[in-house]
């Protein structure tokens, strides 16, 4: 089946830490974007890619870092520059720019600090 | 700057009930698309319904449906026939052609038997 997987699905982060949430995708899907849930904010969105070796700082990229080597894959590191990383990551791909076509999700990663 | 802006926190609703869920958003482009996303407690969000900005016609899948008016700039879903299985955070998102989506803070829908 194809779909967006990421893990692991509850990670805990000790202070001064560098943790990353893995999402991977089997859509052959161009986009892939990473988004940070808060309560009562919504989703907020943290980095994006359209294409592989290119990504663009979303709305909230401070103290967050991605790659994208390969078009399946696009990995965000929480860096300890984020002070308040509490929180759900969901991370979702879409086909390509333009168009009707909906970003599909994945299942989110929930971070915590120990 | 695009903005999405859902007015109720929490909405409920009877079993077999009809609910219409509230979303304006605000921008100066005339192209546009429009999606109701659903977030059940497993936290998937899974695509609800979507609206190109261009068509007039109302979006319906099965027992969803939207009342779009481009010139209110509002973006309302309506669920018919109401299901316990509807019960989770319901989130608007707006997205022009090329851009990222914006969302909107959630809607959380109980549905009562």
């Known amino acids: 089946d194809g779909g967006i997987t990421q893990s692991p699905k509850y990670l805990f982060r000790k202070e001064g830490q560098n943790v990353t949430l893995s999402c991977e995708q089997n859509?052959?899907?161009?986009?892939m974007y990473w988004y940070r849930q808060d309560p009562g904010q919504g989703l907020r969105l943290i980095y994006y890619s359209q294409i592989v070796n290119d990504f663009q700082k979303g709305d909230i990229a401070e103290g967050y870092s991605v790659s994208r080597e390969k078009k399946e894959s696009f990995p965000l590191t929480v860096t300890s520059a984020q002070k308040n990383p509490t929180a759900f990551y969901l991370c979702a791909s879409k086909p390509g720019q333009g168009g009707n076509q909906p970003q599909h999700f994945g299942d989110g990663t929930r971070l915590s600090i120990l | 700057a695009q903005t999405v802006t859902q007015s109720q926190p929490e909405m409920s609703v009877q079993e077999a009930e009809t609910v219409t869920l509230s979303c304006t958003y605000d921008t100066s482009e005339s192209d546009y698309y429009l999606f109701w996303y659903k977030q059940p407690p497993s936290r998937q969000m899974i695509l609800v319904i979507r609206q190109e900005a261009y068509k007039q016609q109302n979006a319906t899948e099965n027992r969803f449906s939207v009342n779009f008016q481009k010139a209110a700039k509002s973006f309302s879903l309506k669920i018919s026939d109401s299901q316990l299985g509807d019960a989770a955070m319901y989130f608007c998102a707006y997205r022009r052609w090329t851009d990222k989506l914006i969302f909107g803070t959630g809607t959380r829908l109980q549905v009562f038997p």
């Open positions: 859509l052959n899907h161009d986009a």
